[in-house]
């Protein structure tokens, strides 16, 4: 019988190994993006949503090495001033060219940004003393102090089409509302498709939030085409059923499965799977500044993690072997600093955090509270790893050494807005390092915020030590190499050596997958359309 002439090229474009373009690419998430807005929340859902629809002016591969985007090329001269040639012939989804005045725009809506959690990407762009525009395709970016990563932080930054609003001439004056005259843009025009504009390989069809995200191919999209027509992105935060939909049929590629069950798989040759070692660190946050913290109770009425005897305690009292064998299924790294070592800027032996409980009761006795004290340890159950498992594992290690601890889980669209508002005592976070070096933690994290915003943003439990603060700032505006690496070992130590940051583990990306696929896992652990290609036949 002869076949149909569709067959007939179906076949043969399968077995020359190309795409079919009317392809649908169904992908089980983890953890839900909260926004398709780009600049809403420095998440790596979020951030995994955005590179799909928007480019930044550099990428990161899978192995986070850098790579030109809208930016052709770049270079610094030596002090503070960084000049980007951007890429020629790039149209936004709505027709209208890419140019410098886009990015501009983008930098001032980052500071102008009321509906943003937190002081998302503010923190970068609030270092740039001036930015010159000296032709459509060149950026001269002049930096208050000198930053030495400024291409790697800006491969994080989403570029916006600066005709989604109403303005003037833009130019980044700030004070003058960068030349737009209407309002500025909100999270909820780009949740429902208005302003989700961008240069990406795909466009948004729908974002229906806790069911799904539906992606078309970008026609015009300047960089090589993607294979597949449509994108699904549907949340399924349980791994039981995400592996059950891959079994079934109903995903193609499924994020996080347990590691435990991989074994399901393993011989199958109808799936295939991936494990790659990620720079996400999972810890907890302590409050470590308030008199009285909200979730603590004591008998003497103060707060004992203000006390660095408690804190080590706490640490001691942590198994981390355990989590990472018993939770995380040997998917992960226990974690003796904020970076895996071998890494720029970390130790090249840091000293294990032992689990010691007879010396963590020592302490305890010693800082007063031989009798312990109740604490609640605040934790999502949706987006790191087994989260709310390892928040219960670590409340019972506390709890039998005396700090009776109990776990408050919840949603991540619940916690972050809470965490932000200072409203926990000791909270979990998982921080992958965008930059590839340490400083990405050290200088997000423990600082003590500057009046700019771009260091210490995520300083929630009120940490602060001047000779931490004094070497930190050296380090993030430190050009030379060596000198920049040697301070970020010695402002690590500071902060692992006063326990106001537990790290425990270092998560491990895990990718399962019909087996017709090829699928690159990625370091950053994001879930990207753009990994995932028809396997040659």
Known sequence: MRKPVFLAAFAAACLAGTAVSAQTLRIALSSEPTAVDPHYHDLTPNNALAQHIFDSLVRQDEQQKLHPSLATAWENDGKNRWTF???????????KPFTAEDVVFTFCRT???????????ADVTGNFASVETPDAQTLVINTKEPEPLLPNLLSALPILSASIVEHGPISYDVAKNCGVTGPWPTVTGFNDGTLAVGTGPYKLKSYVRGSAIELERNPTYWGKAEPWATVRLLPVTNAGPRLAGLLAGDYDVIENPAARDLGRI????????????????VYFQLDVARDQSPFVKSEDGKNPLKDLRVRKAMSLAINRDAIVKRI???????????????????????PKLAYDPAQAKKLLAEAGYPKGFQVTLSTTNDRYINDSQITQAVAQYLTQVGIKAEVDAMTRAIYFPRRAKKEFSVAIGGWGSGTGEAASFLRQWPPTPNEAKTIGGSNYGGYKNDQFDKIIREAISTLDDAKRASLLQEAGKIVIDDYAFIPLHFESGIWAFKSELDVKGR???????????PKAK
């Open 85 to 95: 040639k951007l890429r020629d012939g790039v149209k936004f989804t709505n027709g």
């Open 111 to 121: 500071l102008k940004n009321e509906t943003k959690v937190s002081d998302s990407f």
């Open 266 to 281: 393993k011989d199958d040759k109808r799936f295939g799977h991936v494990i790659t070692p990620s720079t996400r660190v």
């Open 328 to 350: 995380m299924d040997g998917a992960a790294e226990p974690a003796y600093q904020y970076l895996p070592t071998g890494m720029f800027g970390t130790r090249a032996n840091p």
């Open 523 to 533: 370091a950053d652990q994001f879930m990207l359309a753009m990994s995932v290609k």
